[in-house]
């Protein structure tokens, strides 16, 4: 069995079966990885839920923060964006399997034989992996009760900006969802800076990486992520980032996972929306 992981696809659905022919997947013996955002700004939202909805478990795929936004929009909860995409899904006669199927997803998968840890955008200073496992199983829990559309209301917002066990209700799963499907930048405090959306360097002096702040506790673990296109496709500091802005006509990009030394993938993307860093 080969295992790859790919970063976000947005609705670009071409362009994940280009990159699917070049890594020459075989459904009967490979498995997928993705780092969540699957739909939202592409023209083929729809076609690709349905096309990794439909790989059942030779698929895994977090939560990101375009696919709680469709989940939200849906539930009549938030309002579509000027940018928004998903029409398709919202219109489609499975869309209630679809949306159930994606409600239902992780917000971090774990494989300890691979020894790799798949989230969307970033984990807490503070967490280690016990941490990031416990918090995220209880924030899916909520996401797939009724409990749901009572946090959408909720769901928004940047505060509060740092974790603590102490915080209850709206702002304890805020803090949550945000770690792991918005986070890129914290100060030294392991405060987090949701604002910032530039690649490193670009940032206030006082931030830095969420996968760089000294003493960060989860540093041993081997992290793949999206979310973060301007950082691009990126391996350094035992993580590896895979959204190469795809949706803004840069690359859809990939890793083999299960081979002694890591092997990168590319297809170049034609440019479907104006870049403005989600």
Request: proline share 5%.
């Amino acid at each position: 069995m080969t295992v790859y992981a790919i970063g976000d696809v947005q609705g670009c659905y071409r362009a994940l079966m280009k990159l699917l022919a070049q890594i020459r997947f075989d459904p009967a013996r490979d498995r997928l990885w993705f780092t969540g955002d699957l739909v939202n700004r592409g023209p083929q939202s729809l076609e690709v839920l349905r096309f990794v909805m439909g790989l059942g478990e030779r698929a895994e795929c977090v939560l990101g923060n375009h696919d709680l936004h469709l989940l939200a929009v849906a539930a009549g909860v938030a309002k579509l964006k000027k940018r928004d995409t998903f029409d398709d899904i919202l219109q489609a006669t499975d869309r209630n399997e679809l949306l159930q199927w994606l409600r239902t997803r992780p917000l971090l998968h774990h494989d300890d034989v691979l020894g790799y840890t798949l989230i969307h955008a970033g984990l807490l200073p503070s967490w280690s992996l016990e941490d990031a496992r416990r918090l995220a199983r209880e924030a899916e829990r909520v996401l797939c009760s009724d409990k749901i559309y009572e946090f959408f209301h909720h769901m928004y917002g940047d505060l509060p900006d740092h974790w603590s066990e102490n915080l209850r209700g709206a702002d304890r799963l805020r803090v949550i969802i945000n770690s792991f499907t918005r986070l890129r930048y914290c100060d030294l405090e392991g405060n987090m800076d949701l604002r910032p959306k530039g690649p490193p360097g670009s940032q206030p002096p006082d931030l830095m990486p969420w996968f760089q702040i000294p003493g960060r506790r989860g540093r041993e673990l081997k992290i793949i992520f999206g979310h973060w296109s301007a950082l691009g496709l990126w391996h350094g500091d035992n993580v590896i980032s895979l959204d190469s802005g795809c949706v803004w006509g840069r690359s859809l990009s990939a890793v083999r996972l299960n081979t002694s030394a890591l092997e990168f993938f590319e297809i170049d993307c034609e440019p479907l929306q104006a870049y403005d860093g989600e």
